[in-house]
């Protein structure tokens, strides 16, 4: 799964864009993942702030 530390997320959709599944998506000041991830890793490693981080299970 995916933990999206939403108190560190500053909003910048930098991983909305990244995403290959279209799994992100950020409305308005909170950004949400669909089922559809993957758990690539991608955004974890665009994210500027370190807010995603990919927990494997
Ligand atoms: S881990 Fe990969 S599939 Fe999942 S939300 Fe991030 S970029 Fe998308
Ligand atoms: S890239 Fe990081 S700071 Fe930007 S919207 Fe995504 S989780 Fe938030």
Redesign the pocket.
């Known amino acids: 799964m995916?933990n999206i530390r939403r108190d560190i997320c500053g909003y910048c959709g930098a991983?909305v864009s990244?995403?290959?599944?279209?799994?992100?998506e950020l409305v308005d000041a909170y950004l949400t993942?669909e089922d559809?991830?993957?758990?690539?890793?991608?955004?974890?490693k665009?994210c500027p702030l370190g807010a995603?981080e990919?927990i494997k299970e």
Do not use: D, M, N, Q
């Open positions: 995916l991983c990244v995403c290959p599944e279209g799994a992100l993942v559809t991830c993957s758990t690539c890793g991608i955004c974890e665009i995603l990919v």
